[in-house]
């Protein structure tokens, strides 16, 4: 009888060694089907992160903005019970979804780059690659294509059955008027810390805002560069209409490149939200602002330090929720 026979009956077949390799095994298999990973995807999807990379790679070659839109999709879908692709729902009839809540309502974009995603990579694996995680991998990928740090994505979160218009509506999302103590209790509220919220603030490093989100503080507020604050105002006037929706970049300077000129605007008095400016104007995270101003490596492994925190924000796993076929609606 052969010794590598796979059905022997050799009694050293049972040996401790091997039962503690079975315990093992079925240790890891327990907890990966309960906790996000970075292999998650290796035999069921290998091909995932080349697909979701080349879909978001030509996106934003078509339009820049369209990095920012995504990444910001994700921190709204994070904020709200977790990264769990809710924002990306459709309303119908008998559905509310989160588009119309405050925060998102004419302002949040993307939704046709995750489809396309969705599309390409159902082509490839149907039915294994959840909504939540492409948005994960998408901002990653955003990130990188203008020029900041990449971080490896964990796989693993599935996609919720519901949405939370009250939630998004209510203000888990810190709006652009915050004080610095209303965004520190807003991040506090997430799991993140202050150094999350200043690191992650520097998102608006790309991207752009409504002048109905900043219109305050460039006609009423006096920590402002008054250069820069009559530029803002030539494009979003004083009285609300119109020219709400007008838009200007948040990082004036490199508006589609990811990098810390948003924290040097900060320290020349150039923050386009007010919920921006609050983080150097005298109080407790000046000096992070500073730090990040002058040294981007840093500012880079603080904001993959929040990134990653964020998009492990209250994941569905295992048998919770679905992999919905389209983001747009239940299964
Ligand atoms: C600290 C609290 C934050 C506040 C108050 C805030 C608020 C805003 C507002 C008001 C806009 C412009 C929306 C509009 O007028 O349509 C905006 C844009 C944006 N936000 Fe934030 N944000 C915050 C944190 C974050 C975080 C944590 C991220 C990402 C991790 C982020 C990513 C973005 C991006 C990329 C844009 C530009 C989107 C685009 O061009 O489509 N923001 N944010
Ligand atoms: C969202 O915006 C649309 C278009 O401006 C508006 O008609 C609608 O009332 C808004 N929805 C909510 C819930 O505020
Ligand atoms: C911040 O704003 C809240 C209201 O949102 C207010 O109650 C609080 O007093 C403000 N804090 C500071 C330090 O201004
Ligand atoms: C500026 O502040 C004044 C006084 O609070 C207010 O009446 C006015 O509407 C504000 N203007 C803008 C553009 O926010």
Redesign the pocket.
């Known amino acids: 009888m052969a010794l590598s026979s796979s059905n022997s009956s050799s009694p050293s077949y049972f040996s401790s060694s091997r039962i503690v390799a079975l315990f093992v095994l079925l240790l890891l298999t327990g907890t990966c089907s309960a906790k996000l990973s970075e292999n998650f995807y290796s035999q069921t999807c290998p091909e995932v992160f080349k697909t979701v990379k080349s879909v978001v790679k030509s996106a934003i070659a078509n339009e820049p903005r369209i990095g920012a839109s995504i990444l910001r999709l994700f921190f709204h879908d994070c904020f709200v019970d977790g990264c769990d692709g809710s924002v990306l729902l459709d309303d119908t009839s008998s559905f509310r979804g989160e588009k119309t809540a405050a925060a998102n309502n004419n302002s949040l974009r993307g939704f046709e780059v995750i489809d396309s995603i969705k599309t390409k990579v159902e082509s490839i694996c149907p039915g294994v690659v959840s909504c939540a995680d492409i948005l994960a991998i998408a901002s990653r990928d955003s990130v990188v294509i203008l020029g900041g740090p990449f971080w490896n994505v964990k796989g693993g979160r599935r996609d919720s059955r519901t949405a939370n218009f009250n939630a998004a509506n209510s203000g888990v999302i810190p709006a652009p008027n915050s004080n610095l103590s209303n965004l520190i209790s807003k991040f506090h509220d997430q799991g993140l810390s202050v150094k999350d919220m200043v690191a992650l603030s520097g998102s608006h490093t790309i991207g752009k805002s409504r002048c109905s989100s900043f219109?305050?503080r460039i006609?009423?507020e006096s920590n402002i560069d008054s250069t820069f604050a009559k530029a803002k105002q030539s494009k979003c006037p004083?009285t609300s209409g119109s020219a709400d929706n007008n838009l200007a970049f948040l990082d004036f300077q490199t508006p589609n490149h990811f990098d810390n000129n948003y924290f040097k605007n900060l320290i020349n008095q150039r923050g386009l939200l007010h919920s921006d400016q609050v983080l150097f104007n005298g109080g407790s995270t000046d000096s992070l602002v500073l730090t990040y101003s002058l040294n981007d490596k840093i500012f880079y492994s603080d904001f993959v330090i929040g990134m990653i925190k964020m998009g492990n924000n209250k994941p569905l796993t295992g048998s919770q929720g679905e992999i919905r076929k389209n983001c747009r609606v239940l299964n």
């Open positions: 219109r305050d006609y009423n004083c």
